[in-house]
């Protein structure tokens, strides 16, 4: 009897996944995310311990938010401002004797976006729009790493108007036009109460950035998962591809597509990073 462990590891909650070896049942528990990391550890050696219930664990996979020293596995992800320079595969691997893989949660996310949806192709991009913005971009079939984890977010898009600050401290950043936080700065509403005006503005700044994306890493497909992708809809990508297609002149136009995942990508990635799938 073995099983195969997921871990999201986010700011808010935590969530702990089991898939048993043979019969591919899984469990699933879910916890908000302790302040301070040791009780972070301790409810995560916890929920493990639950979910395993009594099978031998083969390994186990997680995703955390960036960043992370991939070099001297170190995680401190940015908003468990608690959680600084945390040696979490030592961690893992000391108390549940078994190999820990862990990435960026958006990397994760979308690795399992590839893995599992349907448009696996050499040049993949997966962007998560809800109340921050993050992408993860999959070259045949391998994570992208780059020198840091590429932030595709924080590319520099000039607001007509004014100057935007964003959450991470630079001026006119996507993300400060596009996410949940920002169309609440901008439009003094959420991104659900926008009207038809509002939202062709967001898919105008939208298509903006995936006309950099575009030019540059030329990929085949984007996939869109978060909250306000779901809720902006296929709406919110066909205003947002029509921009595209007129500004790209010497590079083929990426599919926009909406994720058929759900909300659990990371989760699910997760899951797949305990088998090592990432690696093959
Ligand atoms: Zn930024």
Redesign the pocket.
Known sequence: MSCYIGLDIGGTKIMVKSIDTNTHQSILYKEPTPIDYLEGINLLHHLIKKAANGRKILGIGAAIGGPIDHKNHLVSPLHQPNWRDIPLKKIMEDKWQCPFYVDVDTNVAAFAEYTLGDYQQGRFLYITLSTGMGGGFILDGKIYQGLSHP?I??QCITHPYNIVI?????SN????LVSGNGIRNIYKKPAEELNTREWDEVAYHLALGLRNIACILSPEVIVFGGGVSIGGGNKLLDLSANYLHKELKLVSSPKLILSTLGYDTALEGAVLFAQAKHLH
Do not use: D, K, Q, Y
């Open positions: 932030e977010a924080h964003c959450e991470c401290g630079a950043c996507l993300e400060a």
